[in-house]
């Protein structure tokens, strides 16, 4: 572990549980905007939900195709268009270089589905292929490295062009590479982009410099997207199409999956492209791959939600490049093959189960290294984790069971390049290199942080990138202390009581008469997810009856208003009062072919 976590004093087991120091508290919203939502013809109960997330006419939560923004506005999907139609026009070589993530992962399968039909809709046979780097061999983004395996690629040599997906705003030395090779590079990437910008031909990013999409939140696999539909536009004003017009919205259960997985924020555009997707899988009309990675994962296809494929999907495409290669997982999502879909979903359930296992023992690991740290009692604002033998794959995830945890913006090191399984720490610290995987706290922008270290300390960061709320970066081990000092005056200066304060934000009281399987089934059929979670209530309810199941999840039975409700609540032990104020979501809870009212609790205390 950092030298930062050792020599605190112990704080008690007490104040360490799971929802210490947290309180409830009510989201704000405008009444007048719900009363004009609910005049609309919202239920008052959604029209207050809905006011609370910023909605403020009921056109913000149309779902219709026709609602998105149109690509004109997306900088450079104009000019990557009308290059690209020039490409498959004349039938030359395309590479499509992947992300490991299932943003990256599905991203890279809308890219070649959506460029094959494209081009064979224009009677042309598409070169496109793709190529998907081994994080642990390679790292991120497009480095000369990944380069030069492209240059050689096995299955179609050489490529005119390389077309990055949910990456390449940061591969300054990777695009140069690629020019000195006469290869020029398409950067499609919704990255925050850094000082200097890669010299590729064209770059089309909504958070790139004078662009001024008002839809800054498209996960990687939505800008892709973004440019099949101007490619198609493009391809269509030049009467290129000599069978019908391809149907791109045939993509959007990818989009949709993708878009989740990557917890980016789901603003108005980002939820038409959720929920078309969600449309389209409802009524079965989905990719092989979909449908069979919802079957392992125990999904009803016809229910699924937006939480389904955050916590469910995404996990298991996810596996494939935490554990070994994301190839495994991209070939799932482009194989039309049922049967061999279904083949490789159940080796990505199989690898998810590995990933769980090993992150647990990384997380025991790390909560014993840190139980005689708790940051609120000891003034510690940011935590930094190391350990040799972590497995580099799973570091994010661990960054984000302790960011839950303790509250604090986390950064969890592992060491760089091949995992050794007796924790060996290898070379000297001086030759070492550590990569990390950061989440943070909302107000707490974690790439500027990381940012302002690298401005602060010319040196100390190799390289760095993401977004608000996750991050990723390398180091030298010798420097991890001063990187942990350097970190946490970063946060000294950008974190205050109110953001480091535990809240479980609720949408207040819900109306006895929505205690109701139809209301939930309303609420599940929503779409919900980062920047637009789903509703939690709050009440008081008298306990009448509870139980522990497997040892570590409470099933009870809450009474409100006179009505018995069963409830559970997960990963929690401890028996509640006989009297409690309880945060909780409504569910549908299915079971043996009958649907039944749940409550699943967030949070309690005492009332």
Same mark, same amino acid.
């Given at each position: ?110 890219? $070649?589905?959506? @460029?094959?039909? /494209?081009? #064979? ?6 070169? %496109?292929?793709?190529?998907?780097? *081994? !994080? ?111 149907? $791109?919205?045939? @993509?959007?259960? /990818?989009? #949709? ?6 917890? %980016?924020?789901?603003?108005?555009? *980002? !939820? ?336």
């Amino acid at each position: 572990m950092s030298a930062a976590m050792e020599g605190r004093d112990a704080a008690s087991a007490a104040d360490r549980k799971a929802g210490a120091g947290m309180h409830i508290l009510a989201r704000p919203f405008e009444p007048a905007v719900a009363r004009a939502l609910a005049g609309g013809g919202l239920h008052p109960v959604m029209a207050r939900i809905f006011a609370a997330r910023g909605v403020r006419n009921a056109g913000e939560l149309e779902t219709a195709f026709t609602g998105l923004l149109p690509p004109a506005g997306l900088k450079g999907a104009q000019e990557a268009a009308a290059w690209l139609a020039d490409l498959l026009l004349a039938e030359r070589r395309l590479l499509v270089v992947a992300d490991y993530d299932c943003d990256g992962a599905t991203a890279c399968a809308v890219a $070649l589905r959506g @460029l094959r039909m /494209l081009a #064979a809709a224009c009677g042309k046979q598409a070169h %496109v292929d793709y190529l998907v780097p *081994n !994080r642990f061999e390679y790292g991120y983004g497009l480095t000369p490295e990944i380069v030069e395996l492209a240059a050689r690629h096995p299955r179609q040599g050489k490529p005119d062009v390389l077309v990055t997906v949910d990456n390449g705003i940061a591969s300054v030395d990777g695009v140069a590479a690629a020019n000195a090779l006469d290869i020029e590079v398409l950067v499609t990437d919704h990255h925050l982009p850094g000082d200097t910008l890669p010299a590729a031909r064209c770059i089309v990013n909504p958070n790139q410099p004078g662009c001024g999409f008002v839809s800054k939140n498209l996960a990687g696999v939505g800008v892709m997207f973004y440019v099949l539909l101007a490619l198609r536009a493009e391809l269509r004003a030049r009467a290129a199409f000599v069978d019908a017009e391809p149907r $791109l919205d045939a @993509l959007l259960d /990818l989009v #949709a999956l993708g878009t989740v997985a990557d917890v %980016v924020k789901l603003d108005a555009n *980002n !939820r038409i492209l959720v929920a078309q997707g969600l449309q389209r899988i409802r009524a079965r009309r989905m990719q092989p791959s979909v449908a069979a990675l919802l079957r392992v994962a125990g999904r009803d296809a016809a229910q699924v939600s937006s939480m389904d494929l955050g916590f469910a999907v995404g996990p298991r495409v996810n596996a494939a490049g935490r554990l070994a290669d994301m190839g495994l997982g991209i070939e799932c999502l482009l194989t039309d093959d049922a049967g061999r879909a279904q083949e490789i979903a159940a080796q990505l359930d199989a690898m998810n189960r590995e990933r769980r296992d090993i992150e647990a023992g990384m997380q025991e690991e790390a909560l014993r290294a840190l139980e005689h740290i708790e940051p609120a009692d000891n003034g510690l604002l940011t935590l930094i984790v190391y350990k040799a033998g972590w497995h580099q794959g799973v570091i994010g995830i661990l960054a984000s069971r302790l960011r839950e945890r303790f509250h604090r913006p986390v950064i969890v090191f592992a060491d760089a390049g091949e995992n050794d399984a007796n924790g060996d720490a290898g070379d000297s610290d001086a030759a070492r290199q550590l990569r990390g995987s950061g989440r943070s706290i909302p107000g707490f922008h974690l790439r500027d942080a990381l940012d302002l270290v690298s401005k602060r300390h010319p040196g100390l960061l190799g390289k760095f990138g993401g977004h608000a709320m996750a991050a990723g970066l390398s180091l030298a081990a010798s420097d991890l202390e001063r990187f942990t000092a350097a970190f946490e005056a970063v946060g000294a200066e950008l974190l205050d009581d109110a953001l480091l304060s535990r809240v479980c934000e609720t949408d207040g009281e819900l109306d006895a008469d929505c205690f109701d399987i139809r209301f939930a089934a309303e609420l599940d059929s929503r779409v919900w997810g980062q920047g637009f979670p789903p509703p939690v209530f709050s009440g008081v309810f008298q306990v009448r009856q509870q139980t522990l199941l497997k040892e570590k999840h409470l099933r009870l039975t809450l009474e409100h208003a006179g009505k018995r409700i069963p409830a559970i609540w997960f990963n929690h032990a401890e028996n509640l009062p006989e009297r409690a104020r309880i945060a909780y979501r409504v569910s549908v809870n299915r079971y043996n072919g009958m649907d039944s009212l749940q409550l699943m609790v967030e949070h309690a205390e005492a009332a």
